[in-house]
């Protein structure tokens, strides 16, 4: 047998980022610009978990950008459900600016949230449209068109995760889905109600954490009876 891989570098900094992601001077200047936002606006509305903070580039940025090499080359039209603060879709809406006619929408309820998400965007340039309506709503699913990669962080069980997502899932869609350490369960959970193929990735960012791929959503109707 060879050797072990070795374990990526960890990352601390927004260096170590731009190492890791390959990302340009101008990207990274434009993310620093959003940590910054992030820990100003944090003081007023609790974006993230404030011991997170000191570890943005890591348990936000890194966990988010991880997505991008997940996904489709070709991929341009995304969506972000539960954005929230932004990540995974802002992050990954930064890094996919420079490639010609990508763009990510962000659905945030929380109008707070979203005005936060606006006020990055605003400043960074970023290639977002944001939606402040709920998920589920059919006004929400009629504003957008055919989607390549369907993505989340947090939001709900993969079962919920699904039925949030299948609206939004056509032939080719991929879904990119952030989880724990319980990621196999979800997913035989999402078994009984939903039909997919599904490959788990292991997180760069945490050793108990998977990234669920979902490709052919649709509902199991056998399951469902």
């Known amino acids: 047998m060879g050797a072990p891989e070795p374990a990526p570098a960890p990352i601390k900094t927004a260096e170590d ?3 890791a992601f390959d990302v340009s001077r101008e990207t990274l200047v434009k993310l620093q610009t959003y940590a910054d936002l992030l820990a100003q606006w944090q003081k007023t509305i609790n974006l993230v978990a404030p011991s997170t903070l000191p570890d943005v580039w ?10 991008l090499a997940l996904a489709p080359p070709h991929a341009r039209r995304w ?10 879709g802002l992050v990954l809406a930064l890094m996919l600016a420079p490639r010609d006619g990508a ?14 998400l606006a006020e990055v965007a605003r400043r960074t340039g970023a290639p977002v449209d944001i939606y402040p309506l709920r998920i589920e709503q059919s006004a929400t699913q009629a504003k957008l068109g055919a989607i390549d990669v369907i993505t989340a962080r947090a939001l709900a069980p993969l079962p919920r995760l699904l039925e949030l997502a299948a609206p939004y899932f056509s032939t080719g869609t991929v879904g990119l889905f952030l989880k724990g350490r319980e990621a196999h369960t979800e997913v035989e959970a999402a078994r009984a109600t939903w039909d997919f193929t599904s490959t788990l990735e292991p997180s760069l960012t945490d050793s108990s954490g998977r990234i669920v791929v979902i490709h052919a959503l649709k509902a199991n109707t056998e399951g469902a009876r």
């Open 17 to 19: 980022f731009a190492r």
């Open 58 to 67: 890591s348990r936000h940025f890194a966990d988010s950008a991880q997505l």
């Open 79 to 88: 969506l972000d459900l539960g954005s929230g603060a932004g990540f995974p």
């Open 103 to 116: 763009r990510v929408a962000l659905i945030e309820s929380d109008t707070r949230k979203a005005a936060f």
